[in-house]
């Protein structure tokens, strides 16, 4: 038994014990590419995203809507032994499991990954903890936690000593992604030797990994890097300016675009102040420049520069809401939502799989899956 067919994926059986946000948002890209995706979950409680509402869309928190598309929902009570006994055959038959219980916790329902892979020697087993399986197996892995111990609030802020979560669960989400690319290496090395292996990410590693040039800093020169609010520590200008209506970015990355920045601002002779006529020399004086861009800048709305500086090749642009956002990829042709619909259901827009592919691009068959919606089909083929 199969669920939905096509894709690149197309054959590929995930047993998906993940909940909340991090794994079920790698099952989820793994799905649109045409993986059959089983969401493996608590009969009366559910994901516990199911409960993270407001905001609903048809009755269902939207949370629990925008990671869980193109799945299956499968009620089980692992502490009940015929339930159990039905997750052990969907482990033996599975091509890929996901969990991110707390270490321990598969391993107790005789699920862990030792005895999976006794089970299901070609098994891809994918891990998702918070601070890793060892000497921090018992700290809770909560997104805004590992924000803060692992430095992205240190450097997110409006001003030092005003550190600042970012705005969505970016560590969850840069983890699944890292979760994701781990199975597809592990998938592809199956495909070669036969043999499955056990994929390990944590939050904390891909936090410190995705700081990028921020850990670079560190582990190369030995530089802690502190809160800049919307500035760059290494590239000038490149922060938020108030214009006539609201704020704008200019994201100017070399000397070139400076000269241009110059020219569409009708101050040429700015680009060859000393101060100013290298990178280097603006992140000098970053603040000087900062104040001078200031007040020509208010001069306009974010919309007139938008438009008289892109064309001269300015990187640049208002702050948008999610709206213009979404407004602004539509203009694009970039297709930022994906339709999906059930048998008798309204149809319901969620957030497009961003990946790109010319052959086999992702598809969107499934609404998010009601709690158990697919229990009886799935567990008579367990059974059977």
């Known amino acids: ?30 799905a649109d590419l045409g993986a059959d995706v089983i969401k493996v979950e608590h009969p009366v409680t559910g994901d516990d995203t199911r409960a993270w509402g407001p905001p609903h869309a048809q009755g269902e928190a939207t949370y629990y809507l925008s990671v869980n598309r193109n799945k299956r929902s499968l009620a089980l009570d692992l502490r009940d032994e015929r339930d159990l006994r039905r997750a052990t055959e969907l482990v033996r038959r599975a091509d890929v499991l996901f969990e991110n219980f707390r270490p321990g916790t598969m391993d107790k329902y005789g699920l862990g990954h030792d005895r999976s892979r006794e089970l299901n020697p070609g098994l891809v087993y994918c891990s998702v ?10 700290l809770p892995g909560y ?13 997110t802020g409006p001003a030092p000593g005003k550190p600042v979560k970012t705005g969505a669960a970016l560590v969850d989400v840069l983890t699944g992604l890292h979760a994701t690319v781990g199975v597809l290496a592990a998938l592809r090395h199956r495909e070669a030797t036969g043999e499955g292996q056990h994929v390990q990410v944590d939050l904390l590693s891909c936090m410190l990994s ?45 000397d070139r675009q400076f ?15 000393p101060h100013f006529a290298t990178n280097t020399d603006r992140v000098a004086h970053v603040d000087e420049l900062a104040e001078l861009l200031g007040k020509l800048l208010s001069a306009r709305t974010a919309t007139d520069w938008f438009d008289r500086l892109t064309p001269l090749g300015v990187p640049c642009g208002p702050v948008n809401d999610l709206a213009q956002a979404f407004d602004l990829a539509e203009h694009l042709g970039l297709g930022p939502r994906a339709t999906v619909t059930g048998p008798d259901d309204e149809p319901m827009d969620l957030v497009a799989n961003p990946i790109g592919l010319s052959s086999t691009p992702p598809r969107y068959e499934r609404r998010p899956p009601r709690l158990g919606e697919h229990t009886e089909d799935i567990t008579a ?3 059977a």
């Open 381 to 383: 083929w367990l059974d």
């Open 259 to 273: 000269h241009a920045l110059c020219q569409g601002l009708q101050t040429p002779g700015l680009a060859q102040d």
């Open 1 to 30: 038994m199969t669920g939905a067919g096509g894709g690149p994926l197309s054959g590929v059986l995930i047993a998906d014990f993940g909940r909340v946000l991090a794994a079920p948002y790698a099952t989820m890209l793994l």
């Open 143 to 155: 997104d805004l936690l590992i924000q803060a111990v692992g430095g992205l609030m240190s450097v």
């Open 210 to 254: 995705s700081l990028v040039n921020q850990s670079g800093g560190y582990t190369l020169a030995g530089q802690v890097p502190g809160i800049l609010g919307n500035r760059h520590p290494s590239i000038a200008p490149y922060e938020v300016f108030q214009a006539k209506d609201r704020p704008m970015v200019v994201a100017v990355g070399n």
């Open 129 to 138: 903890t918070g601070f890793g399986a060892g000497a921090g197996a018992a």
